[in-house]
């Protein structure tokens, strides 16, 4: 069905993907054998043994939540630590996986400065600083009613990344906010255009370089070289 609607790859994703953990490897097979790449959108907390099982099988990519501190797994999510996601995080990057972090910052639950300046650490020391860090915009829904995230505490928390040294920070889920494009880490060129989930405009030059200084941009190759593949 992917290849008859012309996709380039699987993402599993909603609500998440580990629940469907024996049907991503028998499908990732698949998709791979057809030339598709693979993709999960996860809370990250599996064991690196689950891990390795999806890398074999063909996972590419995966976008890992990191919903806070210790103490943000313990009270919101009944979860003892956040050990296991920043160890699921490191070993995908020691395996090669294309690996992005994201942080739903929800109001009165992570949304202090202290907390977002120690996962921005904790980020770096385990992930570099090329890996994308993005903070998206929570909204009430279901049982929890505080205000959606303000904006200005989204933008502190991109400061308060690119005051650390991390060189893609992103905000999401506030569509035509200029920092939902990407923005060239050594000379601050504007490199992709977005908004929302649509890509309005890509000036990445051949070899994913950046037109204006050269630099390479540590992102997938979608644009540039067929077929798809990573850097
Ligand atoms: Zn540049």
Redesign the pocket.
Known sequence: MAKRAGDEGLCISFTEPLMLFEYSLEVFKLARQQGLYNTYVSNGYLTLEALRELKKAGLDAIKIDVKGDREVYRRFCAAPSDEPVWSTAREAKRLGLHVEIVNLMVTGVNDQEEQVRGLVRRHLKELGAYTPLHFTRYYPAFKFNAPPTSVSKLEAAYKVAKEEGLLYVYLGNVPGHRYENT???????L?IRREGFKVLECRLVKDN???????A?PIVGRYVSKPWRFL
Do not use: D, L
């Open positions: 923005y060239c880490h050594e000379c601050g060129q490199i370089r950046c037109p204006s200084c050269g630099a941009i």
